[in-house]
């Protein structure tokens, strides 16, 4: 795993996302086809199925019938895609409204994620921030190693924003963004642009960057003159904010984060 990059902006850089050798549960070796089908992909008639056409490795290797497994440790893929056993592991979306700072706890007395996420048992971490005026997508998990790669530039996982700028739009806007602004950390720029739409003197605008340094996105609209009024994220990698309304939140299905999953390259 790459060392955490201390200008990625998250509340757990740094620190360790594994539980130690020591805290890991004895192993729990069931059959595959059970673990298969506790997860939702069938009967376990259906599953051998899976597993008879080698469709189904574990950690890496091709299953055949009769292998066991550990659903917590090991890693299990279908089709090429991971598929979480670890009952343990939560994984949300959520969709923060503006006025909520991004942190699971906030000495200041200000409205928080953990505020809207309040019956949640488990201790989850954030991936990736947004500052506290704009909105949009956020993912909650305790999965700390899916967590860092999601955030760590290394792995480039795209995010997406719609932000209202001032209108009209220059043509040359989106070619300037995508060439790269100077800001005061460095270089900056998108991987693509587009005008979504325009309404009197506000026009709506759709970038997509792997950045994630503060305030980006922001940073760089005042770079080219155009100060952003509204910005919102939506969408992280392959999950997509979609009709979750401001301030609720869905769990992902097993396809969502087995594509998180593959984003990532794992």
Request: glycine fraction near 10%; charged fraction near 25%; aromatic fraction near 4%.
């Given at each position: 795993?790459?060392?955490v990059?201390?200008?990625?902006?998250?509340?757990f850089?740094g620190?360790?996302?594994?539980?130690?050798?020591?805290a890991?549960?004895?192993?729990?070796?069931?059959?595959?086809q059970?673990i298969?089908?506790?997860a939702g992909?069938g009967?376990?008639?259906?599953c051998?199925?899976?597993?008879?056409?080698g469709?189904?490795?574990?950690?890496?290797k091709?299953?055949?019938l009769?292998d066991?497994?550990?659903?917590?440790r090991?890693?299990?893929h279908?089709?090429?895609?991971r598929l979480v056993?670890?009952?343990?592991?939560v994984?949300?979306?959520?969709?923060?409204?503006?006025?909520?700072?991004?942190?699971?706890?906030d000495d200041?007395?200000?409205?928080s994620?953990?505020?809207l996420?309040p019956?949640?048992n488990v201790r989850?971490?954030?991936?990736g921030?947004?500052?506290?005026?704009?909105e949009?997508l956020?993912l909650?998990?305790n999965?700390?190693?899916?967590?860092h790669?999601?955030?760590?530039?290394?792995?480039?996982?795209?995010?997406?924003?719609?932000?209202?700028?001032p209108?009209?739009?220059p043509?040359?806007?989106?070619?300037?963004?995508?060439?790269?602004v100077?800001?005061?950390?460095?270089?900056?720029?998108?991987d693509a642009?587009?005008?979504v739409?325009?309404?009197g003197?506000v026009?709506l605008v759709e970038?997509?960057?792997?950045e994630?340094?503060?305030?980006?996105?922001r940073r760089?609209?005042d770079a080219?003159?155009f100060p952003?009024?509204r910005l919102i994220?939506?969408q992280?990698?392959p999950?997509?904010?979609?009709?979750?309304?401001?301030?609720r939140?869905r769990?992902?299905?097993?396809a969502e984060?087995?594509?998180?999953?593959?984003?990532?390259?794992d």
């Amino acid at each position: 795993m790459p060392s955490v990059d201390p200008s990625v902006d998250s509340e757990f850089a740094g620190s360790a996302f594994d539980p130690p050798p020591d805290a890991q549960p004895p192993r729990n070796d069931e059959r595959l086809q059970k673990i298969l089908a506790a997860a939702g992909l069938g009967s376990r008639r259906a599953c051998e199925r899976l597993i008879d056409d080698g469709k189904v490795t574990v950690n890496g290797k091709l299953a055949t019938l009769g292998d066991k497994a550990d659903a917590v440790r090991d890693a299990i893929h279908v089709n090429g895609s991971r598929l979480v056993t670890d009952t343990r592991m939560v994984y949300i979306a959520l969709n923060k409204p503006p006025g909520v700072v991004s942190t699971m706890d906030d000495d200041k007395g200000r409205n928080s994620i953990s505020d809207l996420v309040p019956n949640i048992n488990v201790r989850v971490f954030h991936v990736g921030r947004l500052d506290q005026e704009s909105e949009g997508l956020i993912l909650l998990t305790n999965d700390g190693t899916l967590a860092h790669k999601l955030m760590h530039p290394s792995f480039e996982v795209a995010k997406t924003y719609q932000a209202e700028i001032p209108g009209p739009v220059p043509r040359a806007m989106g070619r300037e963004l995508k060439s790269g602004v100077r800001l005061d950390d460095g270089p900056a720029k998108v991987d693509a642009f587009r005008v979504v739409d325009a309404y009197g003197k506000v026009a709506l605008v759709e970038v997509v960057l792997h950045e994630g340094r503060n305030h980006i996105v922001r940073r760089m609209f005042d770079a080219v003159g155009f100060p952003v009024q509204r910005l919102i994220r939506t969408q992280i990698g392959p999950i997509k904010l979609g009709d979750i309304r401001p301030g609720r939140t869905r769990h992902l299905s097993q396809a969502e984060v087995g594509a998180l999953y593959k984003a990532v390259g794992d």
